[in-house]
């Protein structure tokens, strides 16, 4: 008899809902079996911490006396979006400082950017905003200077386009000399280190594989405080090759997230300096996932000998879009601090935090055990392996001649 | 006897020292005339030479004060110029999320993951000041003091 969300809220109500973390869960199923498991786990949390570029902060700052409609405008000297009415502006985790060296002084230090400023605004920290505007009949300010804070703000909302992705590659050097400095981290010749970015068994979308639970209005942990799934994410891919239980190889589906940035904790949201690339901002995600049958029971069940990535040249291959895997690996090798490829051994690190994502899931599952937090029925599914939905490249061709 | 043995041990120094010497003195064997001539305990940390031929070590040395100072007073005779290992790395766990990053850059295993809770920590005595981990760090977890 399938449960339904509806009945698990009710259960959550009244104190009476089983809920265990995805850890937790891997014990379960794997004593009693997952049809059992189904019958009396609610709800397994997952959690994930690690960088998620596509990210961003949409803010009011409430008008000036008199009025200004800002055209440009810049919050501690990182320039942030304002092409957005007159006050609102969003402020983008990778966008630099216009005086930022970035990697022209080698290898580039990337020491403050929009996922800092973010932070500091979270963190309750003044920020100075400067704004210029070519001045309107009704917004005739043409020059604005002033310290704000986060409590200042009308409203400063974090919409992230695409973050929680389910898995992704492990990174690799093969060139013979070079040193490379990428979003996955400084990675040295002859594949000396191996860098994967997963929570792997606790990470939100690789417990529901086929996004059966998962949608637009789905209520999750964000940034250390209740946010929303406001759809699959930019770059969302379904169809990601999948191992046998169903899970993808690569990076597959994604999630665009939001939250009301005035609730959360700096802990989980974290401007991130990647030495030689640029700028990402690291958020603390964690989804509550409705144990509706034996299906999500044995999804939720997977541990990281089961889960898999591919491990991917980052010097030549992957800057050239070749789709070369090297080896497969699993996530119970690489957070054992080494996977052995074509017999040599590589020492791994990664650049998600499973501490972290340990946390994240246990503080949704005290949410929910305390009748703090029910789960949301999705109102909109993400699109699944039927949909054919792919991510693919640009297709370059000349511009349109007028 | 064993308590002479003892309180000879204490009297040991144990110092961790940066030596730069000239060219003209990359046939002189130092760290041989360190351990052979002046009874001293030698770990190299690390050992370069620059595209000038100026030779870089960093060596942990123990000894008896008396060998130490004759070690010491051997190498300024030579000409080797000696500096204590100022550049001291600070792990600022409150900027650390433990995602992990800094472990494998790290040659010694001062910076490790607790497998059990994949929790990063840092045996500061490990740590021989390379400064690898501190561009690796996202969070500005490491710091260095020279």
């Known amino acids: 008899m399938p449960k339904t969300i509806e009945e698990i809220n009710e259960k959550i109500r009244k104190g009476k809902a089983v809920c265990v973390t995805a850890e937790e869960m891997i014990g379960i199923v794997k004593d009693g079996g997952a049809k059992a498991a189904a019958a009396k786990v609610d709800v397994v949390t997952t959690g994930t911490f690690g960088p998620m570029c596509s990210s961003g902060a949409l803010i009011n700052t409430g008008h000036s006396t008199p009025k200004c409609k800002f055209q440009k405008a810049w919050l501690n000297g990182v320039p942030a979006y304002a092409g957005l009415a007159a006050v609102d502006l969003f402020i983008g985790a990778t966008e630099l400082s216009d005086d930022d060296p970035a990697n022209t002084v080698f290898p580039g230090r990337f020491e403050y950017g929009g996922a800092h400023v973010i932070e500091d605004l979270i963190a309750g920290k003044d920020v100075e905003l400067r704004a210029v505007s070519y001045g309107t009949d009704c917004y005739p300010r043409r020059e604005l200077r002033t310290a704000i804070n986060i409590s200042d703000l009308n409203q400063a909302t974090l919409l992230n386009p695409r973050n929680a992705y389910q898995n992704y590659s492990v990174a690799v050097n093969r060139d013979s000399k070079r040193v490379i400095y990428t979003y996955m ?183 929910i055990e305390r009748g703090e937090f029910e789960l949301t029925q999705p109102v909109e599914a993400m699109p699944g392996v039927d949909s054919g939905m792919a991510f693919h490249g640009i297709h370059e061709r000349p511009p349109v001649q007028s | 006897m064993s308590e002479n043995k003892t309180k000879e041990k204490r009297a040991e120094r144990t110092e961790t020292l940066v030596l730069t010497f000239p060219a003209r003195l990359v046939r002189e064997p130092i760290t041989w005339r360190l351990t052979r001539e002046h009874n001293l305990r030698v770990s190299i940390m690390r050992a370069s030479i620059s595209p000038d031929e100026q030779g870089h070590m960093v060596l942990e040395l123990v000894g008896s004060a008396e060998d130490f100072d004759g070690g010491m007073a051997y190498l300024k005779e030579v000409g080797v110029n000696v500096e204590p290992l100022a550049r001291e790395v600070h792990w600022l766990a409150e900027h650390c999320t433990h995602c992990t990053a800094c472990v494998s850059a790290c040659p010694t295993g001062a910076l490790y993951v607790e497998r059990e809770t994949m929790d990063v920590d840092f045996d500061a005595a490990k740590c021989i000041g390379c400064g690898l981990c501190i561009p690796v760090c996202c969070y500005g977890a490491m710091e260095i003091k020279v």
């Not at chain 1, 939100?204 to 929303?228: A, E, S």
């Not at chain 1, 591919?310 to 054992?336: F, Q």
């Open chain 1, 185 to 367: 981290g400084v990675l040295q010749p002859r594949m000396a280190n191996a860098n994967y970015c997963s929570a792997g068994q606790l990470s939100p979308l690789l417990k529901d594989p086929h996004y059966r639970t998962v949608g637009l209005g789905t209520r999750i942990f964000l940034g250390g405080t209740v946010g929303y799934v406001w759809g699959p994410g930019t770059q969302h891919n379904p169809s990601a090759p999948r191992a046998d239980n169903g899970v993808p190889l690569t990076g597959a589906g994604t999630l665009a997230v939001m939250g009301d940035m005035k609730q959360m904790d700096a802990k989980y949201v974290r401007g991130a300096s990647i030495v030689g690339y640029g700028i990402s901002l690291a958020v603390g995600i964690g989804v509550p996932i409705p144990i509706l049958d034996e299906d999500m029971a044995r999804c939720t069940g997977v541990a990281d000998e089961d889960l898999y990535a591919l491990v991917v040249d980052y010097s030549t291959d992957y800057p050239n879009a070749v789709n070369a895997p090297i080896a497969k690996v699993s996530y119970a090798e690489l957070k054992s601090g080494e996977i052995e490829v074509d017999g040599q051994t590589i020492p791994t690190a990664g650049l998600s935090s499973y501490a972290r994502a340990r946390e994240i899931a246990e503080t949704l599952k005290g949410w």
